[in-house]
DNA sequence: ATGAAAGCGCTAACAT
DNA sequence: ATGTTAGCGCTTTCAT
């Protein structure tokens, strides 16, 4: 086999036995310094540990984990990056996982099945110990894959206690009615609704089946990119429709974000000309110019969530139950009660 | 040792030696049959393959990684994820690191050099073959581990051709010249700067020092959260300043929107009474209201470059040479020259 | 308190 | 085309 150039440093990494023997004691000895150093004589410890810091010693992770079985992080799969709103899942999961001494791995699938599966082949390469995906909607090698490995796996951003895969996240049935219904309460019954690609996303399909649900509305559906743009061009649809919606709801925050903008440049006055809802609560909804009323998604809280399920799932064999967090309406500026027909 | 349960399955995983004596064959066929398929008779294979599969056969990581020597993933280590000028960065670092059959872990710091040692330790202990890093910042401990493991480790968002490490990315000195620039070209003479926390953050120190080696100006710096609401207080501020600066330089978008929104919502014409400048051009900058001018820093280039920086080293022994990419301004809409005096 | 030696699961020579 | 075998770097009995 070539021999490989880990680093412009020549010289091979130094391991367990260069260190012993530049100690002059034993490879166990060496390795219990290393993991239980109080078993050894303070002077040979002292010797050892002067040798490992001159050799630059440091233990091979694979030589680790083939012996202990366990490589101590797990894997989670997330669209996209470009989203704010799996930013703080994550960041929520990595905390959590930290208090079971579990460290996090994120890989991005683009919303595309195919490549998660090609992303969770990765991650199982490399030695994760679990996996954490987003929504339900997977490929069949994907559970093909997490089977053979027996691999514990959870799903999330969606609720579904009787699926496959335990999962642990909201229902976005449940979101997107409360969006639809607060309109109604504030007198609207003609709505626009402005989603992203329903195609391979369950989570907006799941939302759009919510707004459907709930009758006595004149709805017009949008679907655009998910971006900013997007929303803009929603925002250009809509205003062209005859007669006109009195409110926007939109599946996300970056979605009505993008039509705020988009109105505003257009003089049209947000809420009193039209209303305006969105649904994520990115940190920016807040601080808009309306501010903007949304649908309050608990990310965080569902990070945490799937820290604590996959961290004692690992450690404690407790096999998760489905977990649903519950959305909320959070009312600011861009909605209006409907005041003259 | 304690029998770890990776699994609700109990039965322990099968290796190499189980799926050889099911198959009645030896485990060195078995490996041919994983590593170089064309090389075992297509009987031998298929019979290897239907046993693996029934035996949910998944090779171990750790142990190829022993003998080989390669994990192929390297660790992206940046300040958070929350903020889409690092997604975007490392959506093309991992684009490219795949070109070369490498995989992307990221973890985040929070912009703390102690957590930044923590989370490359784990990274190093899962096995990184290198490490990316943001800023050049970083505690010592951080180099000693690096050097320690011979790492082959790259820093990025910044370009400091005579670091201890090799760098990859824009002149901050030079961006943050080429927005004061800007805004003197049309005409401002008082200047408010938006800027982050200097504490810790080497990119936003050595975009300041850009600023201040623009004379003929009159500054009012504004220390502030790097968040929306921290734009939005600068607004404040500035406003109440006397005399009022002309134009405001954000050393980030972020804080840009978080000025505008807040303008707005006072009923403060941009551009009219006052300019507005950002910088980084993140998605949304394109799609606000006024549109935001500002200076593009190239993160999609600086995610390939660092891709092939890495790629290189790690593949073809090549160390990398420094790398500087230039900035560029955008101009939209949310600065104006400055008429009357 | 320390050492010798047997593996962990796999790959890669080297044989046949 | 297939098998045998010697490791890879480490942890862990079991001796001493």
Redesign the interface.
Known sequence: ?AE??????DKK?ANLRDVAKAAGVSVATVSRVLNSPNSVAPNTRENVQRVIGEL???P???????N??????VGALVP???N?I???F??AL?NTLAEFGL??????TGEDPNTEVEKAK?L????A?ALVLSGVAHAPALFELT??????TLATSYFEPDGPLPTIGYDNIVAAQMSVQHLLEQGHHRIAIVHGPVHRNDRTRARLNGVRSISGISYSFQEVDF???G??QAADNILALEPRPTAIACMSDVLA??VL??L??LEVSIPNEISVLGMDDL??S????PALSTIHLPVKRMGAAAGNAVGNW?EH?V?PNAEKLEPKLITRESVAKLRDQ
Not at 4 to 9: S, V
Not at 60 to 66: L, V
Not at 124 to 127: A, K, L, R, W
């Open positions: 086999m490989f150039m880990r680093a412009i440093g990494r630059r010693f440091t091979s992770a694979a030589a680790r984990a083939i202990s079985g366990r490589t101590r992080f996209t990056l470009d704010a799996f930013a703080r994550l960041a990595e460290a996090l791995v994120v890989s991005t990765s199982i390469d490399i030695g110990e089977k053979a490995a027996q691999l514990p971006s900013f743009e929303g803009a974000i993008g903008q988009r505003q440049r940190p920016i807040e601080h808009t110019f690992l064999g096999f």
